[in-house]
């Protein structure tokens, strides 16, 4: 049979009319909560950085407010997420999964790297105030602070009541997936890797009795047997698999073809669900591969880069926050809708109508063909694809 095109517009509550399960996930890219968003929290931390050009994070506060005006602090804890905390409500998505790159810790030494990341602790409502399920730690930022602030962070989510994923205390901890459950009861497995090109540093992997995040050395051939090998090993008959890696530049559309072979293996032989990508500073393109969807960056949803120039035809000022929609039968994609935001005052605010067909227009050109990618009412996107 010819492949047709598939309209996506059924909703949730559609599709449990119709008698079909539906398990929603929210989810987006790198949350960056530390330096300048720290400091304008109800508990700031130390301000002092170790970069080469900003010596306190309140600089970035300065930054933004040159921008986009005053910001009055201490904000509440929700004001960072702005908009986007109503919006995730309204679609009452089943789990709620972010990559958090930041220490959530008030102690650790700097790691050489040179750019560091943390919160102070008693920050945590800001985590908490989004209702986040899961933290994935496998990133290039989670030890900025030495691996005493990354198990730290590992303590300070699960007090919270926050799964984390990625890292750990040594390599089979940083190894083992977050198991969440859906509303229907549904197990959901959150497996999460980091890759080198993604500024990872060598020394931060995990090991046999050495913390660390979970790294991969390659995307080659041993590893994926590796990696389709441990998913194997923990799914059981009706699990939802999700695997979140952190890979690539923080610029530019290219999607290496190693990415998406690598990919496509993990669908093909581990059965996975949906692939959650992240390390690029901007959204890149989506693949919807036999049924299950590949978002392959992303892109950043909150951090405290507003005022910093130089990347401006990327529109880095511009995020999404991603429903997925899976029925139980098919176990495939049912239903994608992005929302896009604004970052002002280092708040979230939803993006105008314009700034809505900016980004449907580039992710509809980054994204394969069969894959269509268009603004509908209310000025959320929608994707359309070739079965």
Not at 36 to 43: F, M, R
Not at 149 to 177: F, H, K, N, R, W
Not at 212 to 221: A, C, F, I
Not at 242 to 269: D, K, Q, T
Request: hydrophobic share 40%.
């Amino acid at each position: 049979m010819a492949a047709a095109s598939i309209p996506i517009e059924r909703s949730c509550s559609r599709g449990y009319e119709r008698g079909m399960p539906i398990m929603r996930l929210f989810f987006c890219g790198d949350v960056m909560i530390g330096r300048g968003i720290d400091q304008i929290l109800p508990h700031p931390g130390d301000p002092v950085l170790y970069e080469s050009y900003v010596r306190s994070a309140r600089d970035y506060v300065a930054l933004a407010e040159q921008v986009s005006g005053p910001i009055s602090c201490p904000v509440t804890f929700d004001y960072i997420w702005g908009d986007a905390v109503a919006e995730i409500d309204r679609r009452s998505p089943d789990l709620r999964i972010i990559n958090l790159e930041t220490s959530v810790t008030a102690d650790g030494r700097p790691d050489a790297k040179g750019i560091h990341y943390r919160i102070h602790p008693d920050n945590i409502g800001c985590i908490t105030a989004a209702k986040i399920d899961c933290c994935v730690l496998a990133n290039n930022h989670v030890a900025d602070w030495g691996m005493g602030g990354l198990a730290d962070t590992v303590i300070y989510l699960a007090e919270a009541g926050i799964a984390s994923v990625g890292a750990g205390s040594d390599a089979q901890a940083a190894g083992q997936p977050a198991i969440l459950y859906s509303k229907q009861g549904r197990r959901v497995l959150v497996f999460a890797f980091a890759c080198l090109s993604s500024g990872v540093p060598v020394h931060w992997a995990a090991g046999a009795g050495r913390p660390g995040v979970n790294l991969l050395p390659d995307l080659g051939e041993d590893t994926v047997k590796r990696v389709i090998d441990r998913i194997g090993k923990w799914r059981r008959a009706g699990d939802f698999v999700v695997v979140s890696i952190h890979w690539g530049p923080n610029w530019g559309y290219e999607i290496p073809e190693s990415h998406r072979r690598f990919a496509h293996r993990l669908v093909e032989e581990a059965e996975t669900d949906l692939i959650h990508g992240h390390s690029s500073h901007h959204p890149i393109g989506i693949e919807i591969y036999r049924s299950r969807p590949i978002f392959y960056g992303c892109g950043d949803f909150i951090n405290d880069y507003e005022g910093i120039h130089g990347h401006e035809a990327f529109r880095p000022d511009l995020v999404l926050a991603y429903f997925a929609d899976h029925d139980d039968e098919s176990r495939g994609l049912n239903f994608l809708e992005m929302v896009p935001f604004q970052a002002r005052r280092l708040r979230l605010n939803r993006a105008t109508h314009a700034d809505a067909s900016w980004l449907a227009e580039v992710l509809d050109r980054e994204s394969r063909p069969g894959h269509c990618i268009e603004v509908a009412e209310g000025g959320v996107l929608r994707l359309r694809w070739t079965a």
